[in-house]
């Protein structure tokens, strides 16, 4: 389970292989970081490459929590306006 008995979300979480991960190391330590900045309300950025594992953990999380996901993929030339929308001077 993520939550200790107070509510809280637990430091790591022992039912990787329940959710069709493979609790290696590395997976476990990811999964204790993200579960910590959620519990402490701190935005998450992971960077990585493909099949990482960033989405998997961040669904994980997501579906134990009972909250929905909303994923942003990004690309190296991504400005803050692809994000937040920006305004654009008017011609005509």
Do not use: F, I, W
């Not at 430091?11 to 959710?19: R, V």
């Not at 609790?23 to 990482?52: D, I, N």
């Not at 997501?62 to 008017?90: I, Q």
């Amino acid at each position: 389970s993520l939550h200790q008995p107070d509510g809280s979300l637990a430091p790591d979480m022992a039912g990787l292989a329940e959710a069709g991960l493979a609790a290696t190391p590395s997976m476990r330590r990811l999964v204790r970081l993200v579960a910590r900045c959620l519990a402490h309300k701190e935005a998450v950025l992971l960077v990585g490459g493909t099949g990482a594992g960033k989405t998997t953990v961040c669904q994980v999380l997501a579906s134990r929590m009972g909250l929905p996901l909303y994923a942003v993929n990004c690309h190296a030339h991504m400005e803050t306006a692809d994000l937040l929308g920006a305004l654009r001077p008017v011609r005509g």
